[in-house]
């Protein structure tokens, strides 16, 4: 069994800051990609940032250059620092990572999610 738990979302003013973290726990052979989506009211769910177990980054347009993606394979956890947020950032964000429990088996995780609400 793998669970990824996610912390950190909030109320927040635009403008504001946000930190969530993803931790992935359980039979874990390996981690390969993780990743954050996020889904708002009446709107399909979306790729918000993507990291490989490599590194390397992706993101969406509409997050570039305020959110950042990092992860700490020592502790098997992916985090997503978010800043300058704005009201249409609000949605839960759920955590997805591609996890292998022995060599050539390979899943998608989801975790359960996590509201982020930019108001004032």
């Known amino acids: 069994q793998v669970q990824l738990v996610e912390s950190g979302g909030g109320l927040v003013q635009p403008g504001g800051s946000l930190r969530l973290s993803c931790a992935a726990s359980?039979?874990?052979?390996?981690?390969?990609?993780m990743g954050w989506y996020r889904q708002a009211p009446g709107k399909q769910r979306e790729l918000v940032a993507h990291?490989?177990?490599?590194?390397?980054?992706n993101y969406a347009d509409s997050v570039k250059g305020r959110f950042t993606i990092s992860r700490d394979n020592a502790k098997n956890t992916v985090y997503l620092q978010m800043s300058s947020l704005k009201p249409e950032d609000t949605a839960v964000y759920v955590c997805?990572?591609?996890?292998?429990?022995?060599?050539?088996?390979?899943?998608?995780?989801w975790g359960q999610g996590t509201q982020v609400t930019v108001s004032s």
């Open positions: 997805n990572a591609i996890i292998s429990t022995r060599v050539g088996v390979v899943n998608a995780y």
């Open positions: 359980g039979s874990i052979f390996s981690i390969n990609a």
């Open positions: 990291i490989t177990s490599g590194g390397r980054t």
